[in-house]
């Protein structure tokens, strides 16, 4: 630790030196940066559960991810709206919710992001509050909530039970005509309350029960004794190492503070005389580490807790200007430090946060006037002195003790090289002699015996009277010099020699020996040469011109090596070159270089490879191939000005200097001994809308519609300090099998097939270490509705059921034809079959009366001949029927004009046949077709050869959805009830029963018969 007493004397020395050192440098964020931040006015600030931070504006709540502020809708809340004024305290309620203030609506709400909910908690007070009532919510060491009510004097606490705020607490025991202030504080320790009322302080014992004040002291409590420190008091606060702070208003606002036992200390040193306008202190808020600090109005001071500060006492903080460091406001309203440490701060004028000044990283000015002190080398003493050497001012010198004594080196300096021997450029100890050697401008040279003390100052002529940029000794004590004409010069304790002539224009910025001893040269225009340090051959040269490993460009700042092979180079870029197998790799901003600027290189006792470049300060893991950054978050504020000199010290801290400024840091200050957090779902975008990732977490797993397959899913380790530095790792279990490194804090899934996925994320920090749980969200995305199981089980029910009907309809055709075969063959047998047996009787009687009786013969035949004449039409109706080209009523309407014209013109009987259109689109089978023929049939045949008529009417017609038959003649008539029902009218009657229709017979002497046919349509 003996830099930081190193920092101690910085700060004061009593030389040239007025080091400024920066402890604290506050990051701000505000409506203008993009991340949605509301307004610039932030009143309260909470940590949930989770990792996320939530900020209460002007506005209503928002939560912030590290990379975004999301405003929730006010009107999509379940139960109360969320509100939209200003939200002044957020408290915890639960693990998963949280108390909003809203005072300005004298409201109190209780707020669930996971479900949405948002539900306002009654305050019930015994009377009416009355105006201007301030209000302050507080929690206990017991997890209780409270609010102090100023104007009305009582304090309200929440009762669960009635799910309301209360006076039914203890707290309001207050001596007569008394009232509550604004501040109340729990002393878990004594187990006391202390409150602040408007007659003084007020004690509520919890082992006693009892509640003292000044006219009621039984514990004889100093400060409740100090009658002028009860007079106006405000704010009352005992910290970690049991200071009680004690701030009241005798005229302004007086700051006291004591022991336990009531003795004034004098750590309010700092409050007073610094800030030069009208200020409150209104709280009082402790770090993890014990930093105290103090905040209101106009003001805001820390106090560290380390034994032996730097900066001792309050300091104050506060610009006028925003600059890059420093902090603007005119109120702060609260202060939060998060799990990491980080420091949050809600000002009027935007969100501010800090991290903790660790004393293993330190910057700070060399003085306070720009320009004065330009650094240009560093170097520690084999007596742990500390030199370092400027431009101008000569060397400075710290020796063992840590404390500035005056240089040595200019005792008997000669009066005409004067001002050359403080233009220093280079340092160097000999470890054989202990001697000092300093370049210095104009090829002038110094070296210091520290044993005699005595200096010599030399001008050797080897030089020409060139800058000496660099000196180093090699591995046999030889000196090597680097001049700013290019010249490469070895001195081997008496002789200086030239070694290698670049000539002018090729400056040598930096000399590094390897472990084989070979002396590396980085120059101006010329590349990068290797030269033996015993013959002085040059072994090897690169530069940027050559068609294969060549550097990125041919100049080069500094060199480092990491290994008997590699050497690392600055030429922009890093180039990393292989010795042994003569190649050259550039690292560029393409491969994660912060910026192709690289002005510094210095390699840590870890290996890791520490570059100052135009962005600041970052790290190479050559292992790991990866770079990181580090800014003001990681307490490095100026690494882009220390970019003229580096070393790295016995006990291992790393040194930047540059134009008037120094950066000092351990490296062991930026690694992590425990694993990153475990990583948050920050965000899922499903298409163009975000959805309520804490709602969707709460479920089994996440049901997406088929046309739902495109969405965003995005991640962070919530620790705002170093999210930045971790490695994320992701996959989709059903879409990938291995792990992927994520390039950015969110991954697009599009056009996802239906399935059940998990995805997985993880974070790795820069030392390997993994957060302990594996993050995951199950999701299923559903198959579009032709692919699931109901609706592939329905087509193949729907398939099964039509394959069973073609089934049903070729048995049911089968078993018709069958039918039609059936009738058929009973027709043919019933009517062929006896007609032709007719015949055959006949025949043989007209055989056997051929002779003997040839009218009966004739007669006989003449039997033949109409019984053949009636078979042969009633094969041409069975045939007809059964023919496919005849299956529609067009056709047996047409059947049927043919036929009972034919019938009727033999018989010279006037026919009038009618049939309407809408009848050729009837829909009969063709068993009720044939049916339908031979009643007609039968009915025209009646007429034709009974009644004896002269006109015949037919007319086929639709009523009614039924198929109506209408047969007239004018002839004799007959009576229907006494008429002989023989084959015809039966075989009318029957046929009509099968067609399921009515027949009616209509029949009057002398008038007519009239035949009336109704079926009914399907």
Not at 124 to 134: G, I, N
Not at 239 to 257: A, E, I, T, V
Not at 425 to 436: A, E, L, R, V
Not at 800 to 820: N, P, T
Request: aromatic content about 12%.
């Amino acid at each position: 630790m003996r830099i930081i007493f190193t920092l101690l004397f910085i700060c004061t020395t009593v030389v040239q030196l007025a080091a400024q050192r920066f402890s604290n440098a506050f990051n701000r964020i505000s409506t203008e940066d993009g991340l949605g931040l509301q307004s610039n006015v932030i009143f309260s600030i909470y940590q949930d559960k989770k990792g996320f931070i939530w900020i209460g504006g002007s506005n209503g709540v928002q939560r912030f991810d590290g990379g975004k502020f999301v405003t929730f809708d006010p009107d999509g809340t379940k139960g109360d709206p969320l509100p939209t004024v200003a939200v002044n305290q957020i408290l915890p309620y639960d693990s998963s919710s949280m108390w909003l203030g809203v005072f300005a609506m004298r409201q109190v709400g209780i707020f669930n992001p996971s479900t949405y909910t948002y539900k306002i908690v009654p305050i019930k007070t015994s009377k009416p509050l009355p105006a201007r009532s301030e209000f302050h919510m507080w929690q206990d060491g017991y997890g209780n909530t409270y609010i102090n009510i100023r104007q009305y004097g009582k304090i309200v606490k929440y009762d669960k039970a009635q799910n309301a705020f209360t006076e039914n607490t203890v707290l309001n025991t207050l001596p007569e005509n008394w009232k509550i202030g604004f501040n109340t504080f729990h002393d878990t320790v004594k187990k006391r309350y202390w409150s602040v009322c408007d007659s003084g302080l007020v004690v509520y014992d919890e082992a006693s029960k009892q509640t003292w004040y000044s006219g009621y002291n039984p514990a004889n409590l100093p400060l409740l004794n100090n009658k002028q420190l009860n007079y106006n008091v405000t704010e009352i606060y005992i910290d970690k190492q049991r200071r009680h702070w004690l701030f009241n208003w005798p005229g302004s606002q007086q700051y006291n503070c004591f022991d336990e036992s009531g003795k004034p200390l004098s750590d309010t040193a700092g409050l007073t005389g610094v800030n030069t306008s009208y200020s409150e202190v209104r709280s009082f808020f402790e770090t993890k580490q014990g930093d105290l600090w103090l905040y209101g109005l106009a003001n805001l001071y820390s106090l560290s807790n380390e034994k032996d500060p730097i900066n001792k006492g309050f300091q104050l903080y506060r610009t006028q200007y925003l600059d890059n460091y420093g902090i603007r406001y005119e109120a702060i309203n609260q202060l939060y430090e998060d799990r990491d440490g980080v420091l949050w701060i809600a000002s009027d004028q935007g969100l501010y946060y800090t991290s903790n000044a660790s004393t293993d990283i330190v910057n700070m000015y060399l003085s306070a006037i720009p320009g004065q002190y330009s650094v240009t080398d560093l170097t520690e003493l084999q007596n742990g002195d500390y030199w370092i050497s400027t431009w101008g001012k000569g060397i400075i010198t710290l020796g063992r003790n840590f404390k500035p004594y005056p240089s040595p080196l200019y005792k008997q300096m000669p009066a005409n090289d004067a001002h050359g021997y403080k233009l220093t450029w280079s340092m160097c100890q000999q470890k054989t002699t202990g001697k000092i050697f300093i370049g210095c401008q104009f090829g002038l040279l110094m070296v210091h015996d520290v044993k005699t003390q005595k200096t010599e100052y030399l001008h050797p002529p080897e030089f020409d009277n060139r800058t000496i940029r660099y000196i180093v000794e090699d591995k046999k004590n030889m000196l090597w010099f680097g001049t700013q004409a290019g010249r490469l010069i070895k001195y081997d304790g008496k002789n200086y020699r030239t070694v290698l002539d670049l000539g002018v224009g090729a400056i040598i910025y930096k000399l590094l020996v390897d472990n084989d001893g070979w002396i590396w040269v980085a120059t101006q225009d010329k590349g990068i040469y290797a030269v033996n340090a015993v013959t002085g051959k040059v072994e090897q040269h690169y530069t940027a011109y050559t068609a294969a490993n060549k550097l990125f460009t041919n100049s080069c700042d500094d060199l480092e090596q990491l290994n008997d092979s590699i050497i690392y180079a600055a030429t922009s870029a890093l180039n990393i070159i292989n010795k042994k197998a003569k190649t050259v790799q550039q690292i560029t901003v393409r491969n994660g270089l912060p910026s192709n600027s690289i002005k510094r290189l210095r390699l840590d006792r870890n290996g890791y490879l520490w570059i100052i470049t135009h962005k600041g300060l970052s790290r190479y893991d050559h292992k790991r191939r990866s770079f990181t950054s580090y800014g003001s978050k990681d307490g490095i504020l100026m690494g882009e000005l220390t970019d003229k000199a580096d070393f790295i010290c016995s006990d291992g801290y790393v040194m930047f200097s540059g134009v008037n400024s120094l950066l000092f840091f351990k490296p062991e200050a930026f690694r992590r001994s425990d694993p990153p957090p475990d990583v948050t779902l920050t965000d899922f975008l499903l298409g163009s809308q975000y959805q309520l990732i804490d709602s969707l977490q709460r479920l089994r797993e996440v049901r997406l519609n088929s046309d739902q397959n495109n969405f965003t899913i995005s991640f962070a380790s919530l620790d705002f300090k170093n999210r930045e530095k971790f490695i994320y790792y992701y996959k989709m279990e059903g879409l990938h099998k291995d792990w992927i490194r994520a390039d950015r804090l969110s991954v697009p899934f599009n056009e996802l097939s239906h399935g059940r996925y998990v995805f997985k994320v993880k974070a790795e920090s820069l030392d390997g270490l993994v957060s302990k749980n594996i993050t995951t969200l199950n999701i299923f995305v559903k198959p579009p509705f032709w692919q699931t199981k109901w609706f592939i089980t329905l087509l193949l029910v729907i398939v099964a059921l039509i394959a069973y009907s073609m089934h049903r309809l070729r048995l049911k055709r089968f078993f018709e034809v069958e039918k039609i075969r059936n009738r058929v063959a009973r027709d043919l047998h019933d009517d062929m079959g006896s007609t032709l047996s007719t015949i055959n009787i006949l025949s043989s009687m007209a055989k056997a009366k051929l002779t003997t009786d040839t009218h009966k013969t004739a007669e006989y035949i003449s039997k033949i001949s109409d019984n053949s004449q009636r078979m042969m039409e009633a094969m041409d109706d069975i045939v007809w029927a059964i023919k496919p080209a005849n299956d529609t009523m067009q056709k047996v309407v047409a059947r049927m004009r043919e036929f009972a014209t034919s019938v009727f013109e033999a018989k010279d009987i006037e026919l009038d046949f009618k049939a309407d259109e809408e009848v050729n689109e009837a829909k009969i089978d063709m068993e009720g077709r044939r049916d339908f023929f031979l009643i007609f049939k039968e009915a025209v045949n009646n007429a034709a050869k009974y009644a004896r008529c002269t006109k015949a009417e037919v007319h086929v017609f639709i009523a009614n959805k039924k198929l109506v038959l209408y047969v007239k003649d004018n002839g004799v008539g007959f009576d229907v009830k006494h008429a002989d029902g023989g084959n015809g009218l039966g075989n009318m009657q029957k046929r009509t029963d099968a067609l399921k229709g009515k027949l009616q017979l209509t029949s009057i002497a002398r008038e007519g018969t009239e035949v009336v046919l109704t079926v009914p349509l399907n």
